[in-house]
């Protein structure tokens, strides 16, 4: 909350990634849950190079990535920030564990392939527009399997059921 007449402002609600980090014999296939070994340090200090967030005020969720494990995440921002902390609580019932990922499996998965690197701002497409409530987010195909290596702006549809909850194949 920024305070415009003395400068600063206030945190009013928080999420810590290091509270939803599990050793990797637990996060693999609990993918609510980011293992702690995906990859090395990528640059120095840099473990996950968070990118880019984005707000849906109206399903109140928030969309971030992650450059160095090339994957978006949701989390719920109806949680108090005790809640969020924790696995429980909001309105998904999750706490601040990750509701939904995309782009690579084999982070949580004994297997799966690597179809996406170095992602960039994930964006909600807003209600009124084409694709609204999709997720868009730049691509840079770094040595991906684009045979031409080009860059992509990329859009998903997360999967809902008809009550607004993620479902999952």
């Known amino acids: 909350k920024p305070d415009h007449k003395n400068g600063g402002g206030s945190i009013v609600w928080e999420w810590e ?42 399903k109140d969720l928030i969309v971030f990535s992650s450059r160095v494990f090339s994957e978006i995440y949701v989390i719920d921002h109806s949680t108090t920030t005790q809640e969020a902390k924790g696995h429980s609580g909001g309105k998904f019932g999750k706490g601040g564990d990750i509701l939904y ?11 799966g392939d690597t ?3 170095v992602i960039h701002c994930p964006t909600w497409i807003p209600k009124g527009y084409p694709g609204e409530g999709n997720i868009l987010f730049f691509h840079n195909n770094v040595n991906g399997n684009n045979p031409r290596g080009i860059s992509q702006v990329v859009e998903i549809t997360p999967p809902f059921d ?8």
């Open 115 to 117: 179809i996406l690197r």
């Open 162 to 169: 008809e009550k607004g909850k993620f479902t999952y194949t």
């Open 17 to 58: 990634m290091l509270d939803h980090v599990a050793p990797k014999e637990i996060a693999m296939g609990n993918p609510q849950l980011i293992s702690g070994s995906i990859v090395k340090e990528l640059f120095t200090g840099q473990w996950v190079h968070l990118n880019g967030l984005d707000y849906d005020s109206i």
């Open 101 to 111: 990922r995309w782009g690579r499996s084999k982070n949580y998965l004994e297997n």
